[in-house]
């Protein structure tokens, strides 16, 4: 088994970030952080959420709380710990928990700033993960 880190595919709408299951590998996500750079407006009906896809179809998901007042930056992190959440001004932080599953080649994580306004969107993403290749890929 190994260790990764990705850094998320933002070139999509500003609310949303994605990771994608490489075909030769298997994840079990350990977690995942992203920043929201929140535009004025949104609170208090912003929200995160963590999608889990086959590719096509959700089959998994996870919401976390706005934190903060806007406008700012809202640091997100969805593992495996309890919920929480604390503000000082406009930076806020959201736990939210995620507990242990594998993800095969193909599956998708994504994630989205729900109820967005103005510019809000996602200014980082990054995953760790422990992973194996299938078998049918050499190995060194």
């Known amino acids: 088994m190994f260790l990764g880190i ?13 990771f994608t299951v490489p075909g030769d590998q298997i994840w ?21 959420t963590l999608t889990i896809t086959d590719g096509t179809t959700p089959v998994a998901a996870v919401g976390a709380k706005d934190a903060g007042t806007d406008p700012g930056i809202c640091d997100v992190t969805w593992t495996n710990t309890p919920a929480a959440s604390v503000a000082s001004g406009a930076t806020g932080v959201s ?3 995620l507990g242990p599953f594998a993800l095969r080649g193909g599956y998708q994580i994504i994630g989205e700033i729900i109820n967005a ?16 290749y299938l078998a049918s890929r050499t190995q060194f």
């Open 117 to 132: 306004v103005g510019t809000d969107h996602w200014a980082s993403a990054v995953c760790w993960y422990d992973f194996i």
């Open 28 to 48: 079990t996500p350990r977690s995942f952080y992203a920043v929201a750079d929140r535009d004025a407006g949104g609170v208090p009906l912003r929200q995160y």
């Open 95 to 97: 736990v939210a928990p």
């Open 6 to 18: 990705t850094a998320a595919d933002l070139s999509g709408p500003p609310n949303f970030f994605l």
